[in-house]
């Protein structure tokens, strides 16, 4: 089982930028597709971005594409989620997840998960 344990979030104005990061142990990293999600308080949990094994699929949820960039370094077991643009709708606890099986858009892929770093982004 990977341990996954994010880091990067914080307050931030509209506009501003913020890249997280999540640090993977445990596990063969480089065999799991790796994806963001998150959660606004009193919303469901919702899928932001994701990659691939060796980071040749990407997919972006419409709302962040354009402004977030995912990547990931294998030799490192790291994940990284650059977000631009913020917006204050962009407010949310951000969980990195890992997935064994496809299709890694879909929450029920994944089957281990951080336990989330804070993004607050104000007006």
């Known amino acids: 089982q990977v341990q996954l344990v994010e880091s990067g979030g914080g307050l931030v104005q509209a506009g501003g930028s913020l890249r997280l990061s999540c640090a993977a142990s445990?596990?063969?990293?480089?065999?799991?597709?790796m994806g963001w999600f998150r959660q606004a308080p009193g919303k469901e949990r919702q899928f932001v971005v994701s990659?691939?094994?060796?980071?040749?699929?990407?997919y972006y949820e419409d709302f962040a594409k354009d402004r977030f960039t995912i990547s990931r370094e294998n030799a490192k077991n790291m994940v990284y989620l650059q977000m631009d643009g913020l917006k204050p709708e962009d407010t949310a606890v951000y969980y990195c997840?890992?997935?064994?099986?496809?299709?890694?858009?879909?929450?029920?892929?994944?089957?281990?998960w951080g336990q989330g770093t804070q993004v607050t982004v104000s007006s």
């Open positions: 990659i691939s094994g060796n980071g040749g699929h990407q």
């Open positions: 997840a890992a997935a064994e099986v496809t299709p890694i858009y879909d929450q029920d892929s994944f089957h281990s």
């Open positions: 445990g596990g063969a990293f480089s065999n799991y597709g």
